[in-house]
């Protein structure tokens, strides 16, 4: 299936502010995602690029503005229902539960298409044959990820991590998903399957938006770019039109926009 | 006789006062609930009377209950905190727990279950003030707790050790970097604990002539409503919070019959939970897992 | 069976049960501290079913249990608004809250005891024992099992994976209380008398650390706990006292080098995994 754009664009973000303190984080935010589309989220360290993330999803309640999914404004829906409607996310900094394994780390995620009492109570411990745990071997095959089903998540390689937390934010079947810094401390060869990952990802109709500092990254996977500097959006263009922009340019003080870097944070 | 009841609750408060201030500062330096606190409150009141029984000087005995209460805190210290800072949040926790089953049981198996008599050996003293009584020892039981808050306070702001525990009390982590030799600094908050716990045993033992192994939770856990009430980590609050126990105590006895004096105390305790937790006085928000 | 005997595995049902009691909350990363506050509800409730209105003793069991369940619900609305040692405290405080109230309730015995002449036998209680660990043993295999693991080990996480934070927390928390209710009323049904005085703080807190001695990272944890618990004064012939000074002991020396208690996850992994091969996977 390939990926539809619509007219109407499946997430909008309008006026959004946010303030810590007195600290003004997020200012006057406004920007849309279109059906399919891939786009990425700069700006330099403290921009709000996470904050930008955790008002979306939930988070923090924002101080205005509003969050629309679809058309459907869910700025007061609860957090955990976001994802019911089709937000997922994976974080920053790797939030895998130590305690479970990896296996059960990814069947988390379907309790979002499933909610309910009954499903809370659905065995997924024994039996071999258990459907939950079926599908959830079935994806982390997909990603090549099996042999690590039975361990431990806490106790895994960095990379490993990652990869899993993409594979549990998508046994979410989200319609949206928000990656938060996906390729950081990723290597060369790690970078590039997480490339081909998200291009299966966005094929299937899932539209991306992308945290990053990794401009090679960026450019090879994304469509457009909205730039983030002290909470305000400078800039809101094709991926093509960002080298020449020179509020971004100032943004990042000459480095990364002159020439995309081709490390990783 | 309202001025009455209100010079006894002070003079109660001022035990509960000084237990408050060791749970405190426990609380705010090192984010850790003590439950050993009230076994060391209950061994220096048992130490009390077991030297002032055997004859040995009163002041002699208050050196040796405290000592005793300072030494225990510095055990404490050596099994609980330091051997898990690293691990779980609640592991002290739960090992101060078991300290205070050990203290508890320890001293039953020694001196058995009942409650002692503790002889005081000098003619009780006391003032009248207008219609009220003043026992003199209760006067000099409050006054020794002010003035040590005041020492702790003047040694908080101005010293280095003091310097060393504020520090901690911010930012553990960072201690270490900014040069605080967390390694001694720590165990001071437990001895300065310890030492606090003791000297309200025994002036528990002495005021109210009495020691019996469960004191430690039939006194000194209202202590930890004391320290919630003035707010958390402030040692000033932690005065004031026990000297309010020590009176709605008094007053609970006086209106309602002695044994509605927990139901006040700890529902007291459980409304300031949802209603403020920080307290009167504001104390610190305690360090929770991040978000 | 000897006397002796079966008043031991009596014991032993009841600290299992207890154990589950404050395991359900633990698992979701509450620390309950008000247990024994919710046994002396089932003790007491059902005491005065039987006593008063002549209930058949296992019956009033069960609505011991039902009204202790309901007591923790209620209360979790306004408890698990607070979080770590705050709720730590707040259950403390309920301990002590509920236990001064039946203290002032002369109507069941107030601070003289409470005597309950209708009896619940051995096999009866050894029964609802089993019951009670096969069900714990089931609920800890469904989904509950893990959404539980995952809100103690992150719940910001788990609230945008879409679990119900609250719902999990409440849940676990009126299950515990109502198994420890039902506990109490065993124990109140068999032992024929109950006073008030046994259900403080330090009662919650030695189900608390036998549980945590044991293991929380799996459900076989608390079931060792107890056995342990029950055990010691078996092994070590001396007064009460004595076991309590040898248990405080093994619990500093465990929390010093093996903090998360006996029975851990990867212990549980390994040893079903020698089983699994032993039998030879598919």
């Avoid at chain 2, 007291?268 to 307290?279: C, D, K, M, N, W």
């Avoid at chain 3, 049902?13 to 309950?32: D, E, H, V």
């Amino acid at each position: 299936m390939t990926a539809r754009i619509t007219a109407a664009p499946v997430l909008q973000v309008q006026g959004l502010e946010k303030s810590f303190g007195g600290l003004r984080v997020i200012e006057s935010l406004s920007f849309q995602v279109e059906r399919g589309e891939r786009l990425a989220l700069i700006g330099p360290n403290g921009a709000g690029k996470t904050t930008a993330f955790n008002l979306i999803t939930g988070v923090y309640p924002v101080d205005a503005g509003c969050v629309l999914l679809e058309g459907e404004d869910i700025t007061r829906l609860p957090s955990r229902l976001r994802i019911r409607r089709g937000l997922a996310r994976t974080f920053q900094n790797i939030r895998l539960m130590p305690h479970l394994t990896v296996l059960e780390n990814v069947m988390i995620a379907q309790y979002a298409h499933s909610p309910g009492l009954i499903s809370m109570l659905q065995p997924v411990g024994f039996g071999r044959r258990n459907r939950w745990r079926e599908e959830a071997r079935g994806v982390l095959a997909e990603a090549g990820l099996e042999r690590y089903a039975e361990q431990p998540a806490g106790a895994l390689p960095y990379g490993i991590q990652k990869r899993i937390e993409l594979v549990r934010a998508l046994l979410a079947h989200p319609r949206v998903l928000l990656l938060d810094e996906p390729a950081a401390g990723l290597n060369a060869a790690e970078t590039d399957d997480l490339q081909r990952a998200l291009d299966a990802t966005s094929a299937r109709g899932v539209t991306l938006v992308v945290v990053e500092h990794d401009m090679q990254f960026i450019s090879d996977l994304c469509d457009r770019v909205v730039v983030l500097n002290f909470g305000c959006k400078i800039a809101d263009c094709g991926i093509g039109e960002i080298h020449a922009n020179r509020q971004v340019r100032e943004a990042y003080l000459g480095n990364d926009a002159e020439e995309p870097a081709l490390d990783a944070a | 006789m309202i001025e009455q009841q209100i010079v006894n609750g002070v003079m109660l408060g001022s035990v509960y006062a000084l237990v408050a201030v060791a749970f405190t500062l426990a609380i705010g330096v090192l984010n850790f609930l003590n439950f050993s606190i009230p076994g060391l409150f209950m061994l220096a009141g048992m130490v009390t009377w077991y030297l002032l029984k055997a004859g040995i000087a009163w002041p002699i005995a208050a050196l040796l209950a405290i000592a005793t209460g300072g030494l225990m805190s510095l055990v404490v210290e050596r099994f609980t905190y330091r051997l898990m800072r690293h691990s779980a949040h609640f592991v002290p926790l739960v090992t101060s727990m078991a300290f205070l089953i050990l203290l508890e049981n320890l001293v039953l198996i020694v001196w058995g279950s009942d409650l002692q008599r503790v002889p005081v050996p000098f003619a009780t003293l006391s003032i009248q003030v207008g219609p009220t009584v003043i026992a003199v020892p209760q006067l000099v039981g409050l006054a020794c707790a002010v003035a040590a808050v005041a020492c702790l306070d003047a040694v908080l702001k101005r010293t280095r050790i003091g310097r060393g525990l504020r520090t901690i009390a911010e930012d553990p982590e960072t201690a270490t970097l900014l040069g605080v030799a967390v390694g001694r600094v720590v165990p001071v908050v437990f001895l300065i604990g310890g030492l606090f716990t003791a000297l309200a045993g025994f002036v528990f033992a002495i005021n109210y002539q009495q020691a019996s192994p469960f004191m430690g939770e039939e006194v000194a856990f209202k202590g930890i409503s004391a320290m919630v009430l003035g707010g958390m980590g402030n040692i000033w609050g932690a005065i004031l919070g026990g000297l309010l126990i020590g009176v709605i105590e008094t007053f609970s006895i006086h209106w309602f019959g002695a044994r509605t004096v927990d139901i006040c105390v700890y529902g007291l305790l459980l409304a300031i939970l949802f209603v403020r937790p920080t307290g009167l006085l504001g104390g610190v928000a305690l360090r929770q897992a991040r978000i | 069976m000897s006397g002796y005997l079966e008043s031991l595995l009596v014991l032993l049902s009841i600290n299992a049960i207890l154990a589950y009691g404050a395991f359900l909350p633990m698992a979701t990363g509450q620390l309950n501290l008000g247990v024994a506050a919710f046994a002396a509800i089932g003790a007491y409730s059902g005491a005065y079913l039987s006593n008063t209105y002549g209930a058949h003793p296992v019956l009033a069991a069960f609505v011991a249990t039902a009204v202790a369940g309901a007591f923790g619900w209620i209360v979790a609305f306004p408890i698990l608004r607070t979080r770590g040692i705050y709720l730590a405290l707040a259950t403390f405080a309920l301990n002590q809250v509920v236990q001064g109230t039946i203290l002032n309730l002369d109507v069941v015995g107030g601070a003289s005891g409470y005597p309950v002449p209708a009896h619940i036998g051995f096999p009866v209680i050894a029964a609802f024992a089993v019951v009670v660990v096969a069900l714990v043993f089931l609920l800890f295999h469904t989904r509950f099992g893990i959404s539980v693991t995952a809100v103690s080990d992150d719940e910001r996480v788990a609230d945008l994976m879409g679990l119900s934070v609250r719902g999990l927390q409440t849940a676990a928390f009126a299950g515990g209380a109502a198994l420890a209710g039902l506990a109490g009323a065993l124990y109140a049904h068999h032992f024929n008398y109950i006073e008030v005085q046994n259900y403080g703080v330090l009662f919650s807190i030695y189900i608390v650390l036998y549980v945590l001695l044991g293991g929380t990272q799996t459900v076989y944890g608390p079931l060792l706990g107890a056995t342990v618990f029950t055990l010691l004064p078996e092994l070590l012939r001396g007064s009460a006292a004595w076991r309590y000074v040898i248990f405080a002991l093994l619990v500093i020396a465990i929390m010093s080098f093996r903090p998360q208690g006996v029975v851990t996850g990867d212990l549980v992994r390994r040893l079903l995994g020698w089983r699994r091969s032993a039998q030879g996977s598919a």
